[in-house]
């Protein structure tokens, strides 16, 4: 903590996923039985459930891992992995794989943690730039305007938009020149020891959250606050 104080942080980048917003209730049998209805489908809420499992234990499974494997480095690249996946996990029908696909790239269906809004607008009142840095396959923009957030960010820096993912240093040097900042003074908020941790390759300190998390639950970024000017 001292060592991140002695940087005087000018600027903080976050990352997306399991940091801002919640990763682990994005696909509910509520919202899929919702889903799949505008698509043509009918599902019973047990049966949606039983779709949610099967794709999560897919996607989530050592060989899905594998496959999503460059999936973030634009919208086609997501479409094309995900929908492959989510349609081997069934195997499920055309229509469900819409289904499926739409729920998990639903601005509505991503939350923000409780602590989260009130984190960036405390930044933003303080003058401390801020931006978000994710690997993800679709805009997420419209996530941060539904929880009234867009407007405390400097900058959005997505790998579909631009070709390179974490933990490519290079995505990392870009992002702090949108905020205007050098890497040094640039503090990198994540979730993941890897990819969010490549960040220090690019000169930037990083701040890496717990793993365990749940949407209901303050993520603690309130710690950001005191490492921040």
Known sequence: MDDLADARVEAVLFDFSGTLFDDTGVLDPASLTAAAARHGVRLDPATAADVIRRTLRHVDSPEGFAAREGCDLSPQAHRTTWTTLIADAGPFEPPLVEAVYACLTDPHAWRPYPDTVPVLRA???????????????????????????????????LSCEHGIAKPDPALFTLACERLGAPAGRVLYVGDDPVKDGAAVRAGLPVYLLPSERSADTARGLAAVLRLAR
């Open 123 to 157: 930044l933003r009142d303080r003058g401390v730039r801020t931006g978000v840095l994710s690997n993800i396959g679709w805009d997420i923009r419209p996530a941060f305007a539904r929880a009234g957030a867009l407007d405390t960010l400097h900058t959005v820096v």
